[in-house]
């Protein structure tokens, strides 16, 4: 196998068909962000799915092409070459890829905002117990707030170093996804997201001292009447103690 920068291919298939057969897949829309050699595309093929494929890499587009010649021409594969965290995307039903780390966490934002019915995603280990910490814990950031609150995520698996070549120098964790609505209204989601974004840049400091903080971008009276309404055990908590309601609290109150 050919070297290719930062990224790590699955070798082994009964890995590939155990992410492959957590879904089923027959006769669904499969979206694929980097395929690589197509291990996966193939087990994805291999199950009835029609495959969407996107690939950043042009000398692995080209083995695609002629590797899944007949696949293209049924048209059960297409490959889209380009930027996953860019290029437009057709309609698709599942999500399933070993993802290139590097685009973690904008690729799975994108999909949410696009939608889908679920993900099989492969993550660097640390990122995926990122994603799940539960508030109140030390891990718990922005990421853990943002997915957790339009979404459903479950680990399946972790793999070691050695089930990919050449073997990364970090463990990583396959990760069932399902977007849901979130459990409370959230008025403005620009807004809720920008609030958890301000809150986990001051992450040492309490709630109210951000609020202040924030005082030259919504106004300072806004934010004063704001601290005035909130509970005081809202207020003096670092935001890593906060549940996902509070956060809709604050954001709802400050777009209302
Ligand atoms: N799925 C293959 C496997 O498991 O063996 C390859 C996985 S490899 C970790 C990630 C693949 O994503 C590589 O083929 C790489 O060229 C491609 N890639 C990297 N950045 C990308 C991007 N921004 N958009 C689409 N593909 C990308």
Known sequence: MRAYKDQHFLTDPRIVARIADILDISGRRVLEIGPGEGILTKALLDRGATVISVELDRRLIDLLTSRFSDKLASGELTIIPGDAVKVPLPPFDIVMANLPYSISSPITFRLLEIGFESAILMYQKEFADRMMAPPGSRECGRLSIMLQTYARANRCFDLPPGAFSPPPAVH?????????????PITDKKMYEEIVRELFSRRRKTVRSTLHALSGKFGKKQMEDLI???DTEILSSRPEALYLEDFATISNRISA
């Open 172 to 184: 990583s964790t396959v990760m069932w996804i399902e977007p849901r609505e979130p459990l409370f």
């Open 228 to 230: 005035e309404t909130l």
